[in-house]
């Protein structure tokens, strides 16, 4: 079972930055992508950010496009999300998942990541 362990979250003010992390058991390198979900209180999980180990453009939900930066470290083993600009609406429990294998299925559905962390709370005041 891959643990993957977020950090970073916590209360910022509107237009304030954040970089959450996340941190993997293993070698990042090994899984086929990794990405960031979001869920609002009494909300489903949304997509918010995704990137392959094999390279390539990272994949953002349009909500976020040019204020979120979805990044690797390899030598760490850790995936970021710099969020920048932030806005009320993206208050939410992020959530960081790993996809293990190689797969032509979507990289912003959550069922289709097989490993997940235990979230980390972001609150945007207005």
């Known amino acids: 079972q891959v643990q993957l362990v977020e950090s970073g979250g916590g209360l910022v003010q509107a237009g304030d930055s954040l970089r959450l992390s996340c941190a993997a058991p293993?070698?990042?390198?090994?899984?086929?992508?990794m990405g960031w979900f979001r869920q609002a209180p009494g909300k489903e999980r949304k997509f918010v950010a995704a990137i392959r180990a094999s390279g390539g453009s990272p994949y953002y939900d349009d909500s976020v496009k040019g204020r979120f930066t979805i990044s690797r470290d390899n030598a760490k083993d850790t995936v970021y999300l710099q969020m920048n600009s932030l806005k009320p609406e993206d208050t939410a429990v992020y959530y960081c998942?790993?996809?293990?294998?190689?797969?032509?299925?979507?990289?912003?559905?959550?069922?289709?990541?097989?490993?997940w962390g235990q979230g980390t709370q972001v609150t945007v005041s207005s």
């Open positions: 998942a790993a996809r293990t294998r190689r797969s032509s299925m979507s990289l912003s559905v959550p069922v289709n990541y097989d490993a």
């Open positions: 293993r070698s990042i390198s090994s899984y086929y992508a």
